[in-house]
Nanobody, 115 residues
Framework: QVHVVESGETLVQAGGSLKLSCTASGTNLPIETLGWYRQAPGKEREFVADITKGAEFIGYKDSVKGRFTISLDDAENTGYLQMDNLKIEDTGAYYC????????WGQGTQVTVSL
């Protein structure tokens, strides 16, 4: 049974940085794709970034390009989302997903960017 374990800091001032991590536990199978979606209060969940095994393909939401960096440690089956120059509008619940034969979702991490 695959479990998605998320962690990371949750509160930062505008212009600051946070790093989220996402690990697949309970399996030795490699992560094929990993990424994050986020959801702000009153808004729909939106794609943020994703990455495939070996970093063959990487994608970002336009508004985070140049500020967010996604990476995948294949050996540790762990993905990271480094978020720099955070803005108020980056506030929301961030949900990690990963694909190992099927899609698994994490429980979500609340990220709050304050003035």
């Amino acid at each position: 049974q695959v479990h998605v374990v998320e962690s990371g800091e949750t509160l930062v001032q505008a212009g600051g940085s946070l790093k989220l991590s996402c690990t697949a536990s309970g399996t030795n199978l490699p992560i094929e794709t990993l990424g994050w979606y986020r959801q702000a209060p009153g808004k729909e969940r939106e794609f943020v970034a994703d990455i495939t095994k070996g970093a063959e393909f990487i994608g970002y939401k336009d508004s985070v390009k140049g500020r967010f960096t996604i990476s995948l440690d294949d050996a540790e089956n762990t993905g990271y989302l480094q978020m720099d120059n955070l803005k108020i509008e980056d506030t929301g619940a961030y949900y990690c997903f990963l694909f190992i034969n099927r899609t698994y979702w994490g429980q979500g991490t609340q990220v709050t960017v304050s003035l």
